[in-house]
């Protein structure tokens, strides 16, 4: 049974940090290159990050470049986003995705989803 779980999500003042966590089962982990997308209420679902299944490659937003960091950890079946100089507009619920070998900034690029997790940033 594939399975994406995302922890870390939470209420963060402006100007603070998160970590957002994945955790992968039931697939191929190695194989699939993994992306972060985020939905704000009344948004359409948007790319944040994403990263090549063999670590070989990352990519953001532009709106996230230079503030949040995807990593992943094979052995462990994780993937990671550190985020930084949060800003009230990063608010949404933060879902990973997984895409066999491939990554793209296009959801209907990604096969496996995660149910998401929420970050609120105050100002």
């Known amino acids: 049974q594939v399975q994406l779980v995302e922890s870390g999500g939470g209420l963060v003042e402006a100007g603070g940090s998160l970590r957002l966590s994945c955790a992968a089962s039931?697939?191929?982990?190695?194989?699939?290159?993994m992306g972060w997308f985020r939905q704000a209420p009344g948004k359409e679902r948007e790319f944040v990050a994403a990263i090549t299944w063999n670590v070989g490659s990352t990519y953001y937003a532009d709106s996230v470049k230079g503030r949040f960091t995807i990593s992943r950890d094979n052995a462990k079946n994780m993937v990671y986003l550190q985020m930084s100089s949060l800003k009230p507009e990063d608010t949404a619920v933060y879902s990973c995705?997984?895409?066999?070998?491939?990554?793209?900034?296009?959801?209907?690029?990604?096969?496996?989803w995660g149910q998401g997790t929420q970050v609120t940033v105050s100002s």
């Open positions: 039931g697939f191929t982990f190695s194989r699939h290159g």
């Open positions: 995705a997984a895409a066999f070998l491939r990554v793209g900034i296009h959801p209907n690029e990604y096969r496996y």
